[in-house]
């Protein structure tokens, strides 16, 4: 690795320039910091370009029949709905508000797919008006909701595959919240026909993160024993790598796995999130104090933590960090966040490069389900959105404000 090389887990195109500061879309993050404060989400546009490239690119390498739905729960504004619409990308939208900043993007609404496990009458009827291709049917009642109005529907199915650390389980497993067990397929389908709605397909998303493609082998293995469908959604899940020991399949092992046994007349769809945003955004902070406490621990707290960032608390995440000009060094450190909970700690552990007060602390691989899952804990406002693009640096989402927090109140 070259001096001014920075790991895989970093937006593609990032570095350190001269000065010894990393770059992301070729913008300084310590100026980007300056000019825009702290904490804010910086993605390199074109990562997330190459990605949604490498998608179509590895699809059509091997057949016509495929869409790439980008799954926007892992990043819902309206300038990502935008990019990957021009990447020629379709989207999925799990609830009213997603399909408004779809719409408000500027989407065909028929290159739209709704999910969720209990959509509301309201939902499925601004789906309904505003023309969207297809809706993925999740249970009973909403097929009876839907009843009469002439859709196009696919069928979310819980396959029984549960993707492990290396390989998967099949667990003929029911105890799922969303979609219908193997066993209750026929009666939806003929609840369907019963309700006059065209029944495209069946989807299946069997989870995130999955670092081992063979899962989604056996996923489309399954699906396509199920019947004749034009479509397979074999939804989405690819993994990505969050730290530097971590490697990520390759997309191209990814899209084989999902069409390996797909028959030849039908059309296979696959919803990648986290697998196109993942990588593209960085989160960068402010250090504002540095607690050594002797044979203890080091705290370097920064200015956002559990509002901005849930993930290291929902799920345990791991992830790297470093000083935004001071990259490298052995002072091993836990990042906590500004909130009042002693369970606000972004990386536990992780080694940094003599922190100091005033230091832009850089975490990477924050581009998935970190902004899609901000909240106003502490009544925090939310960072800003920022893209980066050849030098250029643009503002996606502004900063919250405070008065943005007392608008709602009355
Ligand atoms: N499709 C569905 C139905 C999902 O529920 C999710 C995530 O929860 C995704 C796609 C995207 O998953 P990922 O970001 O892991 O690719």
């Known amino acids: 690795m070259s001096a001014l090389a920075v790991s895989h887990v970093y937006p593609l195109g990032s570095r350190l320039n001269e000065r010894g500061r990393l770059e992301v879309g070729g913008c300084d993050v310590v100026e980007l910091a300056a000019e825009f404060g702290t904490p804010a989400y910086v993605y390199a546009e074109d990562d997330m370009r190459a990605r949604a490239r490498a998608f179509v690119e590895a699809f059509r390498a091997r057949t016509e029949r495929f869409e790439v739905i980008y799954a926007s729960k892992a990043?819902?504004?309206?300038?990502?709905?935008?990019?990957?619409?021009?990447?020629?990308?379709s989207a999925d939208v799990a609830s009213g508000g997603e399909l408004h900043l779809a719409l408000a993007a500027g989407m065909d609404p028929k290159r739209l797919y709704m999910h969720g496990n209990n959509k509301s009458p309201a939902e499925l009827d601004y789906a309904l008006e505003s023309g969207i291709g297809h809706i993925v049917a999740d249970s009973f009642d909403e097929i009876a909701r839907l009843s009469g109005r002439a859709q196009r529907v696919m069928l979310r199915v819980t396959p029984g595959i549960k993707p492990t650390t290396h390989s998967y389980i099949q667990t003929g497993q029911v105890d799922s919240k969303f979609g219908f067990p193997m066993d209750e397929v026929p009666r939806a389908v003929e609840a369907c026909e019963a309700a006059r709605l065209e029944l495209c397909g069946l989807h299946a998303h069997i989870g995130s993160?999955?670092?081992?493609?063979?899962?989604?082998e056996k996923l489309g293995e399954v699906l396509a024993a199920m019947g004749d469908y034009p479509l397979l959604n074999l939804g989405g899940g690819l993994g990505i790598a969050y730290t530097a020991e971590e490697r990520a399949p390759s997309i191209e092992d990814y899209v084989d796995a999902l069409l390996r046994h797909a028959p030849d007349d039908v059309t296979v769809l696959c919803e990648p999130g986290r697998a196109l945003v993942g990588n593209a955004g960085v989160t960068i902070y402010t250090v504002g104090t540095v607690k050594r406490i002797p044979d203890v621990r080091t705290y370097v707290a920064v200015d956002g933590g559990m509002s901005d960032n849930l993930r290291p608390m929902l799920?345990?995440?791991?992830?790297?960090?470093?000083?935004?000009?001071?990259?490298?060094?052995?002072e091993i450190c836990t990042i906590a966040g500004m909130h009042?909970?002693?369970?606000d700690v972004l990386v536990r552990d992780v080694p940094l490069n003599d922190p100091r007060v005033g230091d832009v602390l850089v975490i990477p691989a924050t581009g998935a389900y970190a902004h899609a899952m901000a909240n106003n804990y502490n009544a925090v406002p939310r960072p800003p959105v920022i893209f980066c693009r050849d030098g250029d640096a643009r503002v996606v989402v502004r900063r919250e404000t405070y008065d943005d927090l007392t608008l709602r109140d009355r």
Not at 76 to 89: D, K, M, N, Q, W
Not at 315 to 330: K, N, V
Not at 340 to 343: L, V
Request: hydrophobic share 35%; proline share 2%.
């Open 209 to 216: 993160q999955i670092l081992d493609v063979e899962v989604f």
């Open 340 to 343: 009042c909970e002693s369970g």
């Open 75 to 89: 990043f819902p504004c309206t300038a990502v709905y935008r990019l990957f619409s021009e990447e020629g990308l």
């Open 315 to 330: 799920y345990g995440a791991r992830y790297e960090a470093e000083i935004a000009d001071r990259f490298g060094g052995g």
